[in-house]
């Protein structure tokens, strides 16, 4: 019998062919989409791996930032400024002096050429242990001591009238602050005055803690009330010196600005500073912009003007600017503390070509470069800013790091073409913090009157300390004027009084070294 068609050994074994190469296929087709898993598992476990180590990194980064807010706020709550370091060194030097031969050149106080008083130091009865004394010899000691005392002067004043007009005509004495009489008779004399304004404008004691201190250390009785009336008298009579200080400023060559806050019956106010080479200009303001700035330098100035970069300064157009390297190189020192390591390269970049041009400067003032050296050098340097500024920043502080140095491109670098100019506004910087002892003990001025006397009073005293000169002896020179209204000699005379060098005709805002007329002055 023939078999039947459906069993046929050759159909039998071409199905089995056709199986078999199917399943080689899915296995072949199977072992491709396993290794393209295990690909792909490899891929997303190293990016699992990278994700984990950047999310340490970021915590790491989050609990730093998160200890310097902690730290910022609790500095900002102190009374005084924090001095800490806050890292102790591992291995600090042993304090004092070195013993032995490297304590090196020993100095002591010199022996005074007169004596006021002697006073002769009796030896004791007996020793201790109950024997009698023998002297050897007679050692002297000195003490260089103040008097706590109190002294009343007496004027006798003769009062005459005048035979043709009939006028009351009366002598005075050169230690006499006042005509007064009757009254207003009895006064304080011009040393216990000066001290007052010293204690309270220079030292930043309030008026009760100076009339304590008065009371305590002299025998002085005076009353709070009393020191501030003493303070407003002599910021008025210094009040035509003050103006004649601003408009020696206003004709100086060379001007360093600052502002800061300051409190005038608890509202916000500015107090500005202006520094040249023998005079320092204060003035509290109630607003931070151009229309105060030029009420105290002259919207017209046209000399070199120091600053911090505050746009308000580049609206005197007829000035030529610095900007303040120091300013530029801390902030791009705190932008590369907190950026990662790619976002810190441009503040680095920044921060060492900075560095450079102030290195450039010092070694023209060692005559280590020739002037035409020194521009060359400058050109230079303002190529490779140049070339940093051109590339593009994705970091957002990087992006506003750059958009400030394109504006201050032109004023970075005046320095290097006018050789004598400084670089930075540290001058400024250091008139305002010599008054920010007082802005934190007192916090500020309680009327508008109190906020001008202390610009007066402060103009007078850091003008004073500026020239060499004594602020106390300027005070009293001021009290004992017989003028109501007095010019001291602290006011330069002329414009190159006050200016190291003369300026160009026509200041551009990016001056060329075929333009810096300062460079003579170096």
Request: proline share 5%; aromatic share 6%; charged share 25%.
């Amino acid at each position: 019998m023939a078999l039947s068609k459906a069993f046929h050994p050759f159909a039998v074994i071409h199905d089995l062919k056709r199986t078999i190469v199917s399943i080689r296929e899915q296995w072949r087709s199977t072992r491709r989409e396993n290794e393209r898993l295990r690909k792909e598992n490899e891929q997303w476990r190293e990016r699992a791996e990278r994700l984990e180590r950047e999310r340490e990194q970021l915590r790491e980064e989050n609990e730093r930032l998160k200890r310097q807010l902690d730290d910022a706020q609790r500095a900002a709550k102190r009374q005084a400024a924090p001095f800490t370091r806050g890292v102790r060194k591992q291995h600090p030097q042993r304090p004092g002096r070195k013993p032995g031969a490297a304590y090196g050149k020993r100095h002591s106080k010199p022996t005074p050429d007169h004596v006021d008083d002697v006073i002769a130091v009796p030896p004791p009865a007996r020793c201790a242990c109950g024997g009698a004394l023998e002297v050897e010899k007679i050692e002297s000691q000195y003490q260089h001591e103040i008097v706590r005392k109190t002294v009343w002067k007496r004027f006798d004043v003769t009062i005459c009238r005048c035979t043709v007009c009939h006028r009351r005509v009366h002598g005075r004495d050169r230690r006499q602050t006042s005509d007064a009489f009757g009254a207003a008779a009895v006064q304080l004399g011009p040393d216990a005055l000066a001290l007052a304004v010293t204690m309270n404008k220079r030292l930043g004691l309030p008026h009760a803690d100076v009339a304590t201190v008065l009371q305590d250390g002299f025998g002085l009785q005076v009353n709070r009330s009393t020191v501030c009336r003493a303070v407003m008298r002599v910021a008025r009579r210094g009040e035509a010196t003050w103006h004649a200080l601003r408009d020696a400023a206003r004709r100086s060559l060379v001007n360093a600005i600052d502002e800061t806050g300051w409190n005038v019956a608890a509202q916000l106010h500015w107090l500005w500073v202006l520094v040249t080479e023998q005079v320092t200009v204060c003035d509290i303001l109630p607003g931070r912009g151009f229309a105060q700035a030029s009420s105290l330098l002259g919207a017209d100035y046209d000399g070199w003007l120091t600053h911090d970069g505050w746009a308000v300064y580049y609206k005197f157009l007829k000035a030529s600017h610095q900007s303040c390297v120091a300013h530029l190189i801390r902030r791009c020192r705190d932008m590369a503390a907190v950026a990662t390591p790619i976002a810190a390269r441009f503040p680095l970049r920044v921060k060492a070509l900075l560095e450079d041009g102030l290195a450039l400067r010092d070694r023209y003032h060692t005559q280590a470069i020739s002037l035409h050296g020194l521009w060359t050098a400058t050109g230079r340097l303002e190529v490779k800013l140049d070339r940093v500024l051109a590339r593009a920043y994705h970091d957002p502080a990087n992006r506003r790091l750059a958009k400030h140095l394109h504006h201050e491109r032109p004023y970075l670098f005046t320095f290097l073409y006018c050789p004598g100019l400084d670089a930075t506004n540290n001058a400024a910087e250091r008139a305002i913090r010599a008054v920010i002892g007082a802005r934190k003990n007192w916090g500020g001025n309680r009327t508008q009157a109190g906020a001008h006397a202390q610009a007066v009073l402060t103009s007078l005293a850091q003008t004073a300390k500026q020239q060499g000169k004594n602020p106390f002896d300027v005070m009293v020179q001021l009290l004992c004027s017989r003028e109501p209204r007095p010019i001291l000699d602290v006011v330069p005379s002329t414009r190159s009084d006050s200016s190291p060098a003369p300026p160009p005709t026509r200041v551009p805002d990016r001056v060329h070294p075929s333009q810096a007329n300062l460079a003579v002055s170096a």
